[in-house]
């Protein structure tokens, strides 16, 4: 096992900070602060961190072929410019669940959207996962979601990761590119005897997986057989997302929450809501745009 020491990037306070990534065409970290109501970006090079501020909760976002993003609000997802302007709204979500939003999502490397919801009122499994595809098609893949986390897609596009955050389980399916269908739904890895719970994820060039831990101090990866073989740590209880970045794609950047945190946690862990962020000794895959 290796442990490693996650580093305070940027202090910034996020009230739950959530689905970073890498944005290949500005070379920046962008992540999404949930109920702070912003997108934030971070230019590793020259160090310059932006927020733009959201008029709803943005749960996650990716960017487009065409330029500007197609964003996950808490109730809808719509395509938008740079600038955040909204251009065509694609569905709405769940409008007859009144307890649900969506949450966690990334594209698969055809370029498809795989976002997922939550039940944020009772916490029951009364949500689901959808899939947006080229022709802006909204499809469920599954439902009897609790909350939906870690979605990632190995490098191959054969194999969709996901975690059900209450299950404590990280699951696998087989995945077929073409038509966008998870099937073979297994355990890739337990979190029973973890000190947090499966949260956002990404994924390396060698196939390991990186979980953010809610509640864990910590980020797990788990390697192709499922060995967790590397913990990065972190000096705050909720890391909540996390996503390889930089130009060489060797930094691991960390998004981290204060959501629900009393004033003792959080004079114990100042830097809570903060960036932090770790060169683990491997490589990230870039998310393919989503198509539009």
């Not at 970006?41 to 500007?68: Q, Y």
């Not at 130009?247 to 959501?259: E, G, K, M, N, Q």
Request: with cysteine; charged share 25%; proline share 5%.
């Amino acid at each position: 096992m290796t442990f490693l020491q996650a580093e305070l990037v940027l202090d910034i306070k996020n009230r739950h900070g959530e689905g970073i990534l890498w944005d290949q065409a500005d070379e920046c970290v962008r992540w999404t602060d949930i109920e702070g109501r912003a997108i934030w970006s971070f230019d590793p090079i020259t160090g310059d961190a932006n927020r733009t501020p959201t008029k709803d909760r943005v749960c996650c976002f990716a960017p487009r072929n065409k330029g500007g993003f197609i964003v996950a609000y808490a109730d809808r997802v719509v395509l938008t410019d740079r600038d955040l302007n909204e251009q065509h709204h694609i569905c709405s979500f769940e409008p007859e669940n009144k307890e649900t939003r969506l949450n966690d999502g990334r594209t698969d490397r055809q370029g498809r959207l795989i976002v997922g919801g939550m039940n944020e009122v009772s916490g029951a499994a009364t949500s689901s996962v959808i899939s947006i595809d080229a022709d802006l098609q909204v499809r469920t893949l599954f439902d009897g979601v609790a909350c939906a986390n870690a979605t990632c897609i190995s490098a191959d596009g054969q194999t969709l990761y996901f975690a059900d955050t209450p299950t404590q389980e990280l699951c696998a399916f087989d995945y077929d590119p073409a038509t966008g269908s998870p099937s073979n739904r297994r355990l890739h890895m337990s979190f029973d005897d973890e000190p947090g719970l499966p949260d956002g994820a990404c994924i390396d060039a060698e196939g390991g997986v990186w979980t953010a831990e809610w509640e864990g101090h910590r980020v797990v990866r788990t390697a192709p057989d499922s060995r967790r073989d590397y913990i990065v740590e972190l000096p705050v209880w909720k890391p909540t997302c996390c996503a390889f970045g930089g130009p060489d794609l060797d930094t691991l950047y960390v998004t981290t929450s204060r959501l629900m945190s009393d004033a003792s946690a959080l004079e114990r862990e100042p830097t809570s809501g903060g960036l932090f962020a770790v060169k683990p000794g491997v490589r990230g895959v870039l998310d393919t745009p989503f198509y539009a």
